[in-house]
């Protein structure tokens, strides 16, 4: 039974898709006086053509340089974007139809956002969120009692959150992203701008919650060391396409460093 | 509606807790919108002084007027003009990602996530100036006629609301809509000042019906004026029934349009 969840395509996405439109102003006084008349607008082409599955119960990382599309990426799977054509389904569901049953079943931790009550404590978000997810008085405990003690947070659940530090604060994003057990969970650049010591407890913690309770989890990260530590699988993207989709070792082992990745994977692509 | 109601509860609950971290700014508003209400009064009372009728009502009606919006507006400022009014900013620093990925209206918890008691005491200013505004025209409170002008009341109140994450609304589509906020500030002040039996022509088409303003006091107290008539109150619950719809399309719609911001 475990092994046919654990083989359960959970994420799939074909020939998707995401083209912005934007402004192109020419330069000086000028160029934007003509544009209060006559508009120029180029098309962006944020994600291109891909095809992107997951399993459920793994660990995947989405790796990139600036602006490669990762984060569009993310944004389309969670539905807070809308594909501009292409397939998508995760879950079962067309994200961007944003169905209460699909929000109830994943969460999305944006290193650089965030959904803590700054002036409260994070038991003060965590209740909001119990009610969110509805979530019975018994399993909130068991749960909140669960991930504080996983993340030895315990003493700080009651301090307010501007007083936290910055990696004491993203393991509460986590825990908080996590009340609810979602099936899957994606994280956007978590360990963002965390200092070693704290970027390694993260990563030690996110292990044990993929293999504990089974996460199914994206993660996007500019950090080689967070995909190494962390992904069985990688998926490398550069400018909006996928030039690699494969096991983490293998692509390290090939391509040895991030700008060989980024560079050789393009042209075996 | 059960679950709404309990996260409700709890956004009402953290808000409160949130304002009273800092000690000033939870007392701060009471004496704050207090004393504006003051000026507010005076204000009216200068301009109201001498002056008998306008658009066919005597003094006891504008006072009631006058009451009727002070109390549209207070309950406005409670209860969701700070939620509303954070929408824009949510958009264009894509904040808003977070309110759509959670399984609870986006809009419920933006409206309601801000609720301002520091404008309480206006709530309450404004019921005394409706006693003695009703006092003055000589209005017989009775259960009915108390139901009615209820009704009206929160009715308009829905109104006004559309009205507001309408214009707000907009800001899933064009850069800013600070210049709309201002013609709503425009056309709120002088809607305090002017009740809609003043307007004719192109004005009423302006204030009855493009921004409908103009009606939203005015129709609770046609009501305890006993002058609503059917037509009347046909159009007001139609025009409501109308904005709601287009707000909920421009809402619905603006979400499918959003882009996020990139990070």
């Known amino acids: 039974m475990n092994n046919q969840i654990m083989n359960e395509m959970i994420i799939e996405t074909k020939n998707l898709t995401k083209v912005y439109r934007r402004f192109v102003k020419k330069e000086g006084l000028r160029g934007s006086i003509e544009g209060l008349f006559k508009r120029?607008?180029?098309?962006?082409?944020?994600?291109?053509?891909?095809?992107?599955?997951?399993?459920?119960?793994?660990?995947?990382?989405?790796?990139?340089?600036?602006?490669?599309?990762?984060?569009?990426?993310?944004?389309?799977?969670t539905g807070i974007i809308a594909p501009t054509s292409g397939e998508i389904s995760v879950m079962g569901y067309y994200p961007n139809n944003m169905k209460r049953g699909f929000k109830m079943q994943y969460a999305v931790v944006m290193g650089q956002k965030s959904q803590l009550f700054m002036e409260l404590t994070v038991n003060d978000t965590l209740r909001?969120?119990?009610?969110?997810?509805?979530?019975?008085?018994?399993?909130?405990?068991?749960?909140?009692?669960?991930?504080?003690?996983?993340?030895?947070?315990?003493?700080?659940?009651?301090?307010?959150?501007?007083?936290?530090?910055?990696?004491?604060?993203?393991?509460?994003?986590?825990?908080?992203?996590?009340?609810?057990?979602?099936r899957v969970l994606f994280l956007d650049e978590p360990?963002?701008?965390l200092d070693a010591i704290a970027a390694n407890q993260i990563r030690r913690f996110l292990k044990e919650v993929n293999q504990k309770k089974k996460t199914t989890i994206v993660l996007t990260s500019h950090y080689m060391e967070d995909i190494r530590t962390l992904c069985g699988r990688t998926v490398v993207i550069n400018h909006g396409k996928k030039i690699y989709d494969g096991g983490t070792e293998e692509m390290f082992a090939r391509y040895h460093d991030v700008e060989r990745i980024y560079k050789e994977a393009e042209q075996d692509a | 509606m059960r679950k709404n109601f309990r996260v409700i509860k709890e956004l009402v609950r953290l808000r409160f807790q949130n304002l009273m971290m800092f000690r000033l700014g939870f007392f701060g508003p009471f004496f704050v919108d207090g004393s504006l209400f003051l000026v507010q009064l005076l204000v009216f009372d200068a301009v109201y002084a001498n002056v008998d009728e306008i658009g066919g009502w005597?003094?006891?009606?504008?006072?009631?007027?006058?009451?009727?919006?002070?109390?549209l507006n207070a309950v406005n400022m409670v209860v969701y003009f700070f939620g509303v009014g954070g929408i824009p900013d949510k958009i264009k620093s894509g904040e808003m990602d977070l309110y759509l990925t959670k399984p609870v209206s986006p809009l419920l918890r933006l409206s309601l996530e801000s609720i301002n008691p520091g404008s309480l005491p206006l709530v309450v200013m404004s019921l005394i100036i409706i006693a003695y505004g009703a006092g003055s025209a000589g209005v017989r409170w009775n259960p009915k006629l108390f139901a009615g002008y209820l009704f009206w009341v929160l009715l308009m109140l829905v109104l006004y609301y559309d009205l507001e994450v309408l214009i707000r609304s907009l800001s899933f589509f064009v850069v800013s809509t600070a210049k709309m906020q201002k013609l709503e500030?425009?056309?709120?002040?002088?809607?305090?000042?002017?009740?809609?039996?003043?307007?004719?022509?192109?004005?009423?088409?302006?204030?009855?019906?493009?921004?409908?303003?103009?009606?939203?006091?005015?129709?609770?107290?046609?009501?305890?004026?006993?002058?609503?008539?059917?037509?009347?109150?046909?159009?007001?619950i139609g025009i409501t029934v109308l904005f709601s719809a287009l707000t909920a399309l421009v809402w619905k719609t603006g979400i499918r349009h959003y882009n996020s911001v990139s990070s």
């Not at chain 1, 599309?69 to 993310?74: Q, R, S, V």
């Open chain 2, 185 to 236: 500030e425009a056309c709120i002040s002088l809607s305090m000042q002017l009740p809609g039996t003043v307007y004719y022509g192109i004005y009423k088409l302006i204030f009855c019906f493009l921004l409908p303003y103009g009606i939203m006091a005015t129709l609770p107290v046609k009501y305890l004026a006993g002058e609503c008539t059917l037509p009347a109150a046909l159009y007001g």
């Open chain 1, 40 to 77: 120029e607008y180029e098309q962006k082409e944020a994600v291109s053509g891909i095809d992107f599955n997951v399993r459920e119960g793994e660990f995947i990382g989405l790796i990139g340089p600036n602006g490669a599309g990762k984060t569009t990426l993310i944004k389309m799977l």
């Open chain 1, 191 to 193: 360990t963002i701008g």
């Open chain 2, 58 to 71: 005597q003094r006891g009606e504008m006072i009631l007027y006058i009451g009727t919006f002070s109390l």
């Open chain 1, 128 to 182: 909001l969120f119990k009610e969110i997810y509805e979530i019975p008085q018994e399993e909130y405990i068991r749960t909140r009692a669960f991930f504080t003690e996983l993340f030895d947070v315990k003493e700080l659940m009651e301090v307010q959150v501007r007083t936290l530090s910055l990696g004491e604060r993203m393991k509460m994003e986590i825990i908080v992203a996590l009340l609810h057990n979602p």
